[in-house]
Structures are given as C-alpha cells and as structure tokens.
C-alpha cells in the first residue's frame, strides 16, 4: 500500500483553467502539507493543515487554495491556473517529530 | 523568517566519503533534517537532530550544532545510486519545513 498517494501524477491543461490535485495518506498522521518544486528543484512550503489548523504561506496566491474532507486527504485546488503555475507540486504528511512522507508527485505544465 | 545554505553541487567518486554542509538562520529553531531526491522521484527522509551532535544511521550521519546554526551530512562508502539531490530543511515551531536549494551530488565511478 503506498503511504502518500496523489493523483494525477501529470497534469497538461490550458491556461485559465481549474484544476484539481488529490492526496491521500494512509499512515494515521495528523498533519499534511502541499510543497510547490520548480525546475530549479526549489521546494517550497505552501499550505500545512491538521484537524485544528490551517497555515498558509503568505506567498502562496489565493488562486490556490487546500480542502480537507477528512484526516487522511488534503487535496488542492487551483484556480485561474497561469503559466507560471507549472511545476512539480507534492504532497506530504507527518506525525509530531517524525519525517515528512510525500507522495511521488504532480507534475502540472499550463500551456 | 528561515533561510539556509548549501552547496549546489559536490561530486565524489565510488567509495569516497563526502560531507554536504548546511548553514541557516532562522525565527524558530526546532531542528534540522535531510532528505534524499532522485530525479523524477520524491524527497525521502534520511535523518533529523534536535540536538548538538552526531546521528549515525548505516553510511549515512548527520552533525548538528545549534549554536553556530551549522549542520552536515556526512555520506560514506559513496556508491553509485547516491547520485541524487540532497536538501536540508529547518523545521519551525508549527512543524513546518523549510528546505534549503539542494545539494546536486554526482557519483563517479
């Protein structure tokens, strides 16, 4: 079974479009997280969300925005999506001190 | 805020041993981690310290002393499918991570 699922693993749309990314993680951990890689392998924090608590990078646009049906998935949602936007985006969960788990990752590019 | 510092590339032959150092500043300090990312794959955990010190998992350790905001991974009996990108990352009071740009390690035979 894999911890951290997210899907589609590859993502082509045009621009203006909406689009989804789902994840699920199967670990029982109690906080998720989206990181934003681009194609300098940056990777950056965007949202990070427990059952009590969601905290937004300051920098993220609010064209983006995380929804939480349940503990186990955060999916993420893109509006208005720019060229810009392309990149590699990855889920993540963790458990107190534990490591960061993430899921093998979207790739989107907006044309 | 957080930022770090890594080098951009290192590389090392097979069997060599080399040391990926991690400098940072930071608003919150809860620890310092590493992970390992192949191209096309996913960052993986490799190692966290809390606290001043040396933490040995098999050929890989991480060093950490707070006071100079220095860390390092410290990698040994290189091989070949260590070829990867390797971060360091800070994580803050809420448990966020904030990596660094990543270390590009080539291993060559």
């Known amino acids: 079974d894999t911890a951290v699922s997210q899907t589609p693993k590859y993502l082509v749309t045009q621009m203006g479009n909406d689009k989804s990314i789902k994840c699920e993680q199967n670990?029982?951990?109690?906080?998720m997280y989206w990181y934003k890689q681009d194609s300098k392998k940056f990777l950056k924090i965007m949202f990070s969300?427990?059952?009590?608590?969601?905290?937004i990078n300051e920098t993220v646009p609010n064209r983006f925005s995380p929804k939480s049906p349940d503990k186990a998935h955060l999916n993420l949602h893109i509006n208005s999506l720019e060229l810009g936007d392309s990149a590699v985006y990855f889920c993540?969960?963790?458990?107190?001190?534990?490591?960061?788990?993430f899921g093998s990752g979207t790739r989107l590019t907006v044309v | 805020g957080q930022s770090l510092e890594q080098p951009s590339e290192v590389t090392a032959v097979e069997g060599a041993i080399v040391q990926i150092n991690c400098t940072y500043q930071?608003?919150?300090?809860?620890?310092l981690s590493w992970y390992q990312q192949h191209d096309g794959g996913a960052p993986t955990f490799l190692s966290y310290?809390?606290?001043?010190g040396l933490e040995e998992t098999g050929r890989f350790s991480s060093f950490l002393s707070r006071s100079d905001s220095y860390g390092y991974l410290l990698l040994q009996e290189l091989q070949m499918k260590d070829s990867a990108s390797y971060f360091c990352?800070?994580?803050?009071?809420?448990?966020?991570?904030?990596f660094g740009s990543g270390t590009q390690l080539t291993v060559l035979p």
């Open positions: 993540a969960s963790s458990q107190d001190r534990d490591g960061y788990t």
């Open positions: 670990l029982g951990h109690d906080t």
């Open positions: 969300y427990n059952n009590k608590e969601l905290i």
């Open positions: 930071t608003s919150g300090f809860y620890g």
């Open positions: 310290n809390a606290l001043d």
């Open positions: 990352a800070v994580r803050d009071p809420s448990r966020q991570l904030t």
